[in-house]
């Protein structure tokens, strides 16, 4: 069955920067993309970006483009979300979500998702 | 502040039907595309449950069902159960963001 489990959770200070993993299994890790969705305490689903599975194409929402970069390793089934400049509204949950193409149905949807990772920015 | 338009809240009792709606525009669900359902149960993450507008994936109950006319879309929950006491956000595509959007959530309550 799909599985993504991603790295734990995070305690960074204002400035600093964060990498989070999102290890995929049970498919065909090139033929489908994953997205970065965070949510702060208490708040709604907020989408940051995309990444193709063969990490050749991608694309940031524009409220963090600029500090975010997501990047794929298919050798090792993992996609990376990595968030610089950190501030305290960084503090979420942060989900990678793969990525699905269904013929008819526009746009892709997101079919399977990580666990979760709380990052906590805090001085 | 979202794109897409849900009430915060809306609740029933055991059995009943509720219907959350999920507004958008021109540039979103009134354009060519199409709208998803995301259940959250508390602490946990997110979980695909209405896709294509009216479509539900395998495993999902058929007391759940979608709908989409104009610029809004709707999901409904017929025969309540305390089970389906969560967080339901609608999502899309945003022309203009050039990215995709999500409503800020619906918590069901069942009374």
């Known amino acids: 069955q799909v599985q993504l489990v991603q790295s734990g959770a995070e305690v960074k200070k204002p400035g600093a920067s964060v990498k989070v993993s999102c290890k995929a299994s049970?498919?065909?890790?090139?033929?489908?993309?994953i997205s970065w969705v965070r949510q702060a305490p208490g708040q709604g689903l907020e989408w940051m970006g995309w990444?193709?599975?063969?990490?050749?194409?991608?694309n940031y929402a524009q409220k963090v483009q600029g500090r975010v970069t997501m990047t794929t390793d298919t050798s090792t089934s993992t996609a990376y979300m990595e968030l610089r400049s950190l501030r305290s509204d960084d503090t979420a949950v942060y989900y990678c979500?793969?990525?699905?193409?269904?013929?008819?149905?526009?746009?892709?949807?997101?079919?399977?998702w990580g666990q979760g990772t709380l990052v906590t920015v805090s001085s | 502040q979202s794109v897409l338009t849900q009430p915060p809240s809306v609740s029933g009792a055991p059995g009943q039907r509720v219907t959350i709606s999920c507004t958008g525009s021109?540039?979103?669900?009134?354009?060519?595309?199409?709208v998803h359902w995301y259940q959250q149960l508390p602490g946990t993450a997110p979980k695909l449950l209405i896709y294509?507008?009216?479509n539900r994936p395998s495993g999902v109950p058929d007391r759940f069902s979608g709908s989409k006319s104009g610029t809004s879309a709707s999901l409904a929950i017929t025969g309540l159960q305390a089970e389906d006491e969560a967080d339901y956000y609608c999502?899309?595509?945003?022309?203009?963001?050039?990215?995709?959007?999500f409503g800020i959530g619906t918590k069901v309550t069942v009374l």
């Open positions: 979500a793969r990525v699905s193409m269904v013929q008819g149905v526009t746009p892709r949807l997101f079919d399977s």
């Open positions: 990444t193709s599975g063969n990490n050749d194409n991608r």
């Open positions: 294509g507008n009216n």
């Open positions: 021109s540039s979103n669900i009134g354009a060519v595309y199409d």
């Open positions: 049970g498919y065909t890790f090139r033929s489908y993309g």
């Open positions: 999502q899309s595509y945003d022309s203009s963001l050039s990215g995709y959007v």
